[in-house]
């Protein structure tokens, strides 16, 4: 086996949302920062997966996720690349606010971030081991086209989602809920030729037939290369149709609606609508299996669209993941382990890193309904902290977690799960990370005043402001009044609890 170069401070393992904002976070705070990925671009689910939006920032109105992840969003932003978050007229379902994006302008702003903060990428490469030492991670072993070579630093971020590098190294863990089931797996899809004011015709004609759908209004400024806010929605549903088509053995799919939203490309339409119950992400033989099934699922909605649905007459196929979706597998035990308790409490901590507000999201595990028939929705009361110690494991030292593997259980993973939530924790982790190696320290040794005083220079939110929550709500306010006003959105979306009146909304 090679030996690489020595002298990086921080590795981080894995180029997903948690992983690229991390190894961003570490560069800025002055680490010789390595970044290992085993594909040819950073984004994790959010490209190679083939996500549609990013969930909310925000908490009602509030914006939560600052820092880092928001300098990402205003780069694809810039770019023309992203319509920034834009707001639900009906809150419900995912949250208040989503940001559509182009992945490959996302794949690209997470790159150029990256480099400008003097980050070395190394691509193609899969983390096959670990170097562990006197209880301590080292470094890493990874395989590539050059064959098997030993990367050593001062500390590893392991941000593979799967927590493989803590695996590797012998940490403790969980799977899923504990007894192994972890959340279903999707297999994302695009249709392009769609119809889409037709759809929205459909929908606007049928409303019993969704469970949640939403129009939006922009609330900052606006790329004129993309289409107009008033030309997005979301809406899951064709629950009718779904249920026939099923009985008559005439669709297969393992949910019972269907999932779809606009995207930043004319005439195409995103789907977030099939379903793998029972994968585990850390066995091949699982993932073949659900991939295969996955993609028997994809073939058969996309022709039943085709055949079936109006406005996608002369639609077709236009994508599919490069992997299969995987929300949840390995949980590594921390010093702290967070609990649904904890996010449901809203509970603080003094060593917050960052703030989880998004609700408790769990697909159903093993059924083909939704969150009626055995999935979570649990909306909070408030917004809950993640603390330090939560990203560090309970034994091992040299090692920091990020992104969906952090020290959770079921429930509050399935809060923090979403990008906004695990782009900030990668900012914390690239911090705390850098941090330890600069001073020589563990990483469950920094001290986490440290990493609080670092994280809010670098503009990250940690506790509310209430003056901005005012601001924030007023700019909500007049972004769906003047849009109502100005006819671009339909009062027949709005939820109850808000009603617009003109410029005198209640609030
Ligand atoms: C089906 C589905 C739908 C979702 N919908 C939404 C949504 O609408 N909105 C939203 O905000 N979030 C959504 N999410 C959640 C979002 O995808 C996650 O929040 C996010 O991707 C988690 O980021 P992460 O960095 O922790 O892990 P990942 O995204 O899994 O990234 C892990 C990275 O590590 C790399 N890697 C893994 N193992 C290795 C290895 N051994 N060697 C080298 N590299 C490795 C991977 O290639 C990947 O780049 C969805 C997720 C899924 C699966």
Redesign the pocket.
Known sequence: MRTTSTDFDVIV???????FVAAIAAARTGAKTLL????GF?????T??W?????PFYFKDERVIAGIPYDFVKHMVAAGGSTGHIRCTNPHG?GSY?CFYDRETYKWSAMSLFLEAGGTPLLH????GTIVEDGAVRGVVVENKGGRSEIRAKVVVD????G??AARAGAEHTVGNGSGLSQP??L?FDMEGVDTLAVKRYMDEHPEDFEWASEFVAVSDYSPRLPRPSEHFVGQGFVEMVGKAMADDDLYLGRDSILFLTTTHRGVLHF?STRVAGVDATDADSLTRAEIDARRQVMSLSDFLVRKVPGFEHAQLAGTGTQL???ESRHVTGEYVLTGEDVVAGRKFDDVVSRGYFPIDIHNLKGKSGYTGGGTWQDLEDTYDVPKRALVPVELDGLVM????ISADQAAHGSF??????MAI?HAAGTLAALAARTGTMPRDVDHRDVQAKLLDQGASLRRDPAAVERERQLAVDAVSSALAAGEISPAYLAEAETFSGRAPRL
């Open positions: 393992c894995g180029g997903g949302p948690s992983g290992v990925e085993r594909y950073l984004g994790g689910m959010a190679s997966g996500l549609g939006p990013i969930s995912s989503l490469t899969w983390i096959a941000a593979t989602g799967d493989d590098v797996a999707t994302m977030n979706g995987i929300r990020a992104g969906r593997a799960r979403t990008q906004g939530g695990v990668g």
